[in-house]
Nanobody, 129 residues
Framework: QVQLVESGGGLVQAGGSLRLSCAAS????????MGWFRQAPGKEREFVAA????????YYRGSVKGRFTMSRDSAKNTIYLVMNSLKSEDTAVYYC??????????????????????WGQGTQVTVSS
């Protein structure tokens, strides 16, 4: 069982920055792909970013490329999402997620919520315009 706890959300003005953290209960990152997703009111949960367990390769949705950066600190069992140049459309609840042990992304499978087994409770990010 993997427990994930997000933190770092809040209210920020457009153009501002936030850093989200996701702490895992176990040494998760050495064997699991990790992802960030978000869900705005009335919308489906959507992919934001992912990092692979083996090479540390990162993937981003197009609208956040160049603004968001995902990283991990295995010693702290924590992953991060640094969000710069925030826009009102980034407003959502942000969730971190852990994939199956030693699975590999095939094609764009990192996009799918079905490829992640464990989810955090989410942290609210609100960007005011």
């Amino acid at each position: 069982q993997v427990q994930l706890v997000e933190s770092g959300g809040g209210l920020v003005q457009a153009g501002g920055s936030l850093r989200l953290s996701c702490a895992a209960s176990t040494s998760t990152f050495s064997s699991r792909n990790m992802g960030w997703f978000r869900q705005a009111p009335g919308k489906e949960r959507e992919f934001v970013a992912a990092i692979t367990w083996d090479t540390g390769s990162t993937y981003y949705r197009g609208s956040v490329k160049g603004r968001f950066t995902m990283s991990r600190d295995s010693a702290k069992n924590t992953i991060y999402l640094v969000m710069n140049s925030l826009k009102s459309e980034d407003t959502a609840v942000y969730y971190c997620a852990a994939g199956r042990p030693k699975s590999l992304f095939v094609g764009d499978s990192y996009l799918s919520t079905g490829n992640y087994d464990y989810w955090g409770q989410g942290t609210q990010v609100t960007v005011s315009s």
